[in-house]
C-alpha cells in the first residue's frame, strides 16, 4: 500500500498505516499490549450468564443516572 501511495504520489514521504503494519506513530504499542487486550476480551465472553447480567444491569443503572441528570 505505501508502495502504491508513494507511487501515485512522490511528495507522501510515509503516513499512519499502523492498521495494516502494525508500526504505531506512538511507539509505545507493544505485541504485550494486544495480548493482555486479547486475555482481557477472553476473560469478558468467559463469564457466566449470571456475571453478563450483573454487568448489563450495571451498565443500565448507570445509563439511566447519566439521563436523568441531562
Same mark, same amino acid.
Given at each position: 500500500?505505501?508502495?502504491?501511495?508513494?507511487?501515485?504520489?512522490?511528495?507522501?514521504?510515509?503516513?499512519?498505516?499502523?492498521?495494516?503494519?502494525? *508500526?504505531?506513530? !506512538?511507539?509505545?504499542? !507493544?505485541?504485550?499490549?494486544?495480548?493482555?487486550?486479547?486475555?482481557q476480551?477472553?476473560?469478558?465472553?468467559?463469564? !457466566?450468564? $449470571?456475571? *453478563?447480567? $450483573?454487568?448489563?444491569?450495571?451498565?443500565?443503572?448507570? *445509563?439511566?443516572? $447519566?439521563?436523568?441528570a441531562?
Amino acid at each position: 500500500m505505501k508502495r502504491v501511495v508513494a507511487a501515485l504520489n512522490p511528495n507522501v514521504a510515509s503516513f499512519e498505516a499502523s492498521c495494516f503494519d502494525g *508500526q504505531y506513530i !506512538t511507539g509505545d504499542v !507493544t505485541a504485550a499490549d494486544f495480548a493482555s487486550m486479547e486475555a482481557q476480551r477472553r476473560l469478558q465472553f468467559d463469564q !457466566t450468564e $449470571e456475571q *453478563q447480567e $450483573e454487568n448489563n444491569r450495571s451498565r443500565l443503572a448507570l *445509563q439511566s443516572a $447519566e439521563s436523568g441528570a441531562a
